[in-house]
Nanobody, 122 residues
């Protein structure tokens, strides 16, 4: 059974930092591109940051200059490290896995996690 389980969400003050983790199981992790998307109420799911099998990284607009992504193929995990958080970063953050297709395109993703809430507020 394929599973992507996110963790690390919570409440953080503006300007703070937060790291999210995603644990993958049930499929062969290494060949997949992994990404983080986010979705705020009333908005479409938005690409945040992705990382390929060969550690190539693609940044979405929200991530540029503030977020980084890492993966550990030995542990089947991918992490999102967020700094200088803003209230507009408040959203549910989703981990996703793609075997083929454009890394920024949500339709390329085969598997999704349930999401973890990140709230940026004072």
């Amino acid at each position: 059974q394929v599973r992507l389980v996110e963790s690390g969400g919570g409440l953080v003050q503006p300007g703070g930092s937060l790291s999210l983790a995603c644990a993958a199981s049930g499929f062969r992790f290494k060949p997949y591109s992994m990404a983080w998307f986010r979705q705020a109420p009333g908005l479409e799911r938005q690409f945040v940051l992705g990382i390929t099998e060969t550690d190539g990284t693609r940044y979405g607009d929200p991530a540029k200059g503030r977020f980084t992504i890492t993966r550990d193929n030995a542990k089947n995990t991918v992490s999102l490290h967020m700094t200088r958080l803003k209230p507009e970063d408040t959203a549910v953050y989703y981990c996703a896995a793609s075997e083929f297709g454009a890394i920024t395109d949500r339709n390329s993703y085969n598997y999704w996690g349930q999401g973890t809430q990140v709230t940026v507020s004072s």
